[in-house]
């Protein structure tokens, strides 16, 4: 089974920083994109950022030089850095993570979320 875990969540002052963690754990033969989204109340989830094994990452326009996504592919694991925060990403940040994996000795591609991680930017 495998297993999609964020962390690093909480309350900050605006213009402060968090470091959210996206964990893959288990029967994992690759993860091979990983995307943060959030989802603000009453609103719709939207794509933060991604990554992709071969190294593309991608932005919102909306997190540009403020937010960096990176990867530590022997943890399974991809962070983003969230600086000078403003209440306005206030949001559950969640994970989406592509992982290839063996089942039923066949080689196949799955997508798991994770549970969501909550980031509230007030003073």
């Known amino acids: 089974q495998v297993q999609v875990v964020e962390s690093g969540g909480g309350l900050v002052q605006p213009g402060g920083s968090l470091r959210l963690s996206c964990s893959a754990s288990?029967?994992?033969?690759?993860?091979?994109?990983v995307d943060w989204y959030r989802q603000a109340p009453g609103k719709q989830r939207d794509l933060v950022a991604g990554i992709r094994s071969g190294g593309r990452i991608n932005y919102a326009d909306f997190v540009k030089g403020r937010f960096t996504i990176s990867r530590d592919n022997a943890k399974n694991t991809v962070y983003l850095q969230m600086n000078s925060l403003q209440p306005e990403d206030t949001a559950v940040y969640y994970c989406?993570?592509?992982?290839?994996?063996?089942?039923?000795?066949?080689?196949?591609?799955?997508?798991?979320w994770g549970q969501g991680t909550q980031v509230t930017v007030s003073s």
């Open positions: 989406n993570a592509e992982i290839s994996m063996i089942r039923a000795a066949m080689l196949g591609h799955y997508s798991y």
């Open positions: 288990g029967s994992i033969v690759s993860v091979d994109a």
